[in-house]
């Protein structure tokens, strides 16, 4: 149990009480017949598993700020490549789409502490906090990372895209136009046609 870190640790307290538990056990591990035994050591190194786990987007930030810093100036020339891709690449083994990525994360994050230090946290993963990022600002930014920590990312890019949505939704009006009677034939046809088309559809869905 002393080996379980408090959620509000750093990263690195976490991944040193992974060691040390670890460094308890003897390999190869003996054979226990005790099933409490055995389920409670489960359920520790389960605890500690999901602490690394949540310092990804820790790890996420990190580097995307020093990609971002890198990519200042002449930084990463002076390093001897082209970009922050091409280092990220050889150096790194991270594809350059994703430093990119990382970077531009980083970027958009200084000006939203809050997110951040959800994201650092564990609390909001990279892609919760991609999807709220171009409404979580100024006054909103508490609201979007409260919803952030509850909702899953489909679910928030659907909130975030809905106002805008709206706003550029198409107009529609209606109209009326006459119809010679010689094309009304055609176009009774056209929209019995219609009508089968989106009826199959629709039960094709429902299949």
Known sequence: MEAVPHSADS???????????????????????????????????????????????AIDVALGEGFAALSTGDR????????IGDYSREVLGVAASTAQKMARLARELRGRPLLRAAVRSGEVSVRQAEAVLPVAHGEAEATWVARARLEKVRALKAAVKG????????????MRTEVPPELRPGLDEALSLGRRILGATAIKRSC
């Open 11 to 57: 990263l690195d307290a976490r991944l040193d009480a992974l060691a040390h538990a670890a460094s308890l056990l003897p390999w190869p591990l003996p054979r226990e017949r005790d099933e409490a035994v055995c389920f409670e050591m489960a359920r520790l190194l389960d605890a500690l598993l999901v602490r690394v786990a949540r310092g990804r987007g």
């Open 163 to 174: 106002p805008a949505a709206l706003e550029d939704e198409e107009k529609w009006t209606r």
């Open 76 to 83: 990463v020339l002076r390093l001897g490549y082209a970009g």
